[in-house]
């Protein structure tokens, strides 16, 4: 397997985690059950809920131990997709925390979270992040661009359902958009405050979305255009009112709220 194709990248600089090294479950097809208008990968190829080995624990094995993995803070999962679509998640995660003794993260989008083999294999990582960027089953379809067969309610009860059941470190991360009116901020709290998560993350579309989708997305923490490949720059909202909802969301929840370190 050559450089580019390698299930391991990085490491990459993270604002929430430090010096993160990659682990891609999902291989060099692009698969995914959200294909989410800022996706740093660009366009979602292959848009599924369907679980499968898509990168063999063996091969993520291999590409580990032909890197220097030694130096970073953590193992994270995440990748060319939905890292919760690989049939071997659970597999993967006990491998490389027996190989590393790193603590590992996986970043998921949460839309699995409502099968228990799923929250059973989350719940072998040291940290799980959980996206949640609307409020509403239009919101979410309007944002992430979700499949066909979406359902928003089982969305949140998988959720919460593997908040109450997960002895790690809970996280949930919110790309804004745009300002946030009153009614979506009350339900955000709403919903927050019933997963109890250790930490909120309010995230910016800071990195350029690649015009057709792009392999090196999968670590491109760079926001500089050194690119050899099309890309187009996100409007982000004003730091101001960023920095407004997260005072308000911490004032109502307690639950503490961080920014990226630009604003």
Known sequence: MNLHSSSV???VTSWRYGSSLGIDPIGSIST?????VYCQL??????????????TTEQILTDLQQVDWQNSDIITLSGNGEP????????????????????TLVLTNGTLLNLPEVREALNLASKVSIKLDGTDFDQVRRINRSVEDFNWSELIEGMQTFAEQYHGE???????????????????????????????QLNLPLRPKPLVHQLDGRGNHSTDGNRPYQVRKLNCVNAEVVEGIAFTINHITNIPV???KLL
């Open 9 to 11: 990248y990085g490491p």
């Open 32 to 36: 995914c059950s959200f294909d989410c």
């Open 42 to 55: 660009g366009e979602i190829k292959r848009k599924t809920r369907d679980r499968a080995v898509y990168v």
């Open 84 to 103: 919760t679509l690989a049939l071997n998640l659970g597999e993967i995660i006990t491998t490389i925390s027996q190989l590393t003794k790193k603590p």
């Open 170 to 200: 809970l996280s949930i991360q919110t790309m804004i958009l745009s300002p946030w009116n009153a009614q979506t901020l009350n339900r955000y709290t709403e919903i927050v405050s019933t997963l109890t998560p250790q930490e909120i």
């Open 258 to 260: 961080r920014l990226p």
